[in-house]
């Protein structure tokens, strides 16, 4: 009687195991297991290696591998945990988990705060949220006078900044969005249930 070879998965650098990240995210096995199948079709887009590289992120997200947007490349580096130019299925995965509804408020709020936090100093500054209301008009192609995007600055400083030391901390934004919800309101996406 000869030995039966069973075929392994030969799966991606970076691919965990779906009961464990299942385990520690917002997901279920069966949705970490659909989540693996897009990560494949994402992580081949350009380059076949089972790893999500920037310009694949942007082509799925934009549909072009070239045009720079702000956000996007904000979210790709906060799910590049690992800061190794790529997303692994793990980072994906675990990442992706503020997205979902049943995801806690809390982790929104710090995801959101993070995206804002451009040079990762801790406190949002205004010339980041600048950047980022800049970035926003220009990405939906929105005309402002300078006037407008400083007027939009200094209220959302006049309500956000509590102790008016001229950047946001993480308490007074949490305490921002408590009053604002809808700013994260975009942070769920409801077929990721």
Not at 159 to 177: S, T
Request: overall charge negative.
């Amino acid at each position: 009687m000869g030995c039966v070879l069973t075929k392994k998965a030969k799966h991606p650098p970076g691919y965990e195991d779906p009961t464990i990240l299942a385990s520690e995210t917002s997901f279920t096995v069966n949705e970490v297991e659909a989540l693996y199948e897009l990560f494949k079709k994402l992580s081949s887009l350009i380059i076949k290696d089972g790893l999500i590289h920037k310009e694949e992120f942007q082509l799925a997200l934009l549909g072009n591998h070239q045009k720079q947007n702000l956000f996007v490349g904000r979210i790709f580096d906060l799910f590049d945990v690992k800061c190794n130019g790529v997303i692994e299925f793990g980072e994906f995965v675990r990442s992706l988990s503020v997205f979902h509804p049943n995801a806690p408020e809390a982790e929104k709020i710090e995801f959101a705060f993070k995206i804002y936090d451009l040079r990762q100093t801790g406190y949002i500054e205004r010339e980041e949220l600048k950047e980022m209301v800049l970035a926003f008009l220009h990405e939906s192609e929105l005309i402002l006078s300078d006037d407008v995007v400083e007027t939009i600055l200094d209220q959302t400083f006049s309500q956000a900044d509590l102790n008016q030391d001229g950047k946001i901390d993480p308490e007074e934004w949490k305490e921002f969005i408590r009053r604002n919800p809808s700013l994260i309101k975009k942070m769920t996406i409801p077929y990721l249930k």
